[in-house]
């Protein structure tokens, strides 16, 4: 392809690309079709092309070594996020905005984060958000359809992936995935019998999947003055907290999720996101099985908006 002087539509598309150490390294020049000319060099050339050497240690340890350092910073934790859904990654996303001096763990049982919120609803792809979460999108910098009452991102990975993104990107957040909690760390609360809640208890999902059909295996332990839970409605793993919460007899029982209604549903998520016991804050649909809120269905405004909430009362937990 030959370089061109590139012209200010190609200079607006220049961008640095995103390097060692989150450094960005010089901007590349770019051919007339927006492609970066290192790139564009490599294609048509592969005869002589080779990758640079490696040896099969050093792959192992560049992942090993980063992973253990994060285990071992992440044990203590200011902030855990259980569950990377919608509300989960909304939720990491406006603590590593607001506070990037914390240091914030996100637990994911499945290996993909994202939960319920890769489709708009059934197998459909397009995503619809009521207003005003148009605010969040705008903030992340996800496009859509302004619909009036509401507003469509064209496919629900877009909106899923672009928060991801955000937050993995954030240096104090580190996402486990692939890592199930499979029970609350606690201490005695203020009155008899009750507890605080003081970190988390994680395996890896597929051994915590299999505790009934193997020898034990002992978890591992995240310490942390403020855990979010946002696992979900109920389901395999769903609603784990809030299930936890009753079987230690910290919650008479669960009033469970009601039927579809989203007019009342997204409402009541959002604005009744908040510590159930102290140290736990519950947001999203996990939070519909405790208070017996109606579900909303393929409607992810609340999501967004109750993660943002969770922030805020982890924020005013953290700093109590
Ligand atoms: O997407 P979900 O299930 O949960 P939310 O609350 O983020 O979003 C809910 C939303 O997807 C809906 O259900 C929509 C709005 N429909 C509502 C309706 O009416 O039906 O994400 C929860 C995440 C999942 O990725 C799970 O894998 C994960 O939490 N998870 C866990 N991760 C770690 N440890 C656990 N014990 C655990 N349990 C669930």
Redesign the pocket.
């Known amino acids: 392809m030959a370089p061109s002087a590139v012209s200010p539509a190609q200079q607006h598309a220049q961008l640095a690309f995103a390097s060692k150490k989150g450094q960005d390294v010089a901007v590349e020049d770019r051919t007339p079709e927006g492609l970066s000319k290192p790139l564009a060099d490599l294609m048509g050339h592969w005869d002589n092309f080779s990758f640079a050497p490696i040896r099969e240690s050093t792959v192992s340890r560049a992942m090993t070594r980063r992973y253990f350092a994060d285990l071992d910073r992440h044990a203590e934790s200011d902030i855990v996020i ?8 909304s939720a990491a996303y406006t603590l590593g905005k607001l506070r990037p001096d914390l240091r914030i763990t996100l ?4 290996v993909s ?5 890769w489709l708009g609803g059934q197998l459909f792809s397009a995503m619809v958000l009521r207003k005003p979460a148009d605010i969040f999108l705008r903030e992340v910098g996800v496009a859509y359809e302004d619909e009036g009452d509401y507003v469509v991102v064209k496919h629900a990975a877009l909106f899923t992936s672009t928060v991801l993104s955000k937050v993995l990107a954030m240096e104090n957040v580190k996402l486990f995935n692939a ?4 029970d609350l760390i606690t201490r005695p609360g203020g009155e008899e019998g009750a507890v605080r809640v003081a970190g988390v208890v ?1 395996n890896w ?1 597929l051994v ?1 999947m299999h505790h009934d059909d193997q020898s034990c295996m002992d978890p591992n332990t995240i310490n942390a003055p403020v855990v979010i839970s ?4 109920d ?1 395999p ?2 609603a ?2 809030v299930k936890r919460l009753v079987s230690m007899k910290q919650l008479e029982q669960l009033e469970g ?1 009601r039927g ?1 209604d989203m007019q009342r ?1 997204e409402d009541a998520i959002v604005k009744n996101t908040r510590e159930i016991v102290p140290g736990l804050i519950v ?4 939070l ?1 099985e405790i208070d017996g809120a109606n ?6 405004g ?2 967004a908006l ?2 943002v909430k969770a922030a805020e009362e982890a924020i005013r937990v953290f700093d109590l």
Do not use: D, K
């Open positions: 259980i569950g990377a859904g919608s509300c989960g990654l637990i994911e049982a499945s984060p994202g939960g319920g919120a890592t199930a909690v499979e994680t999902t915590s946002t696992t979900g409605h389901g793993f769903g784990f907290s999720m579809l549903a947001g999203g649909m996990e519909s579900r909303m269905g393929p409607t992810f609340a999501m109750s993660g």
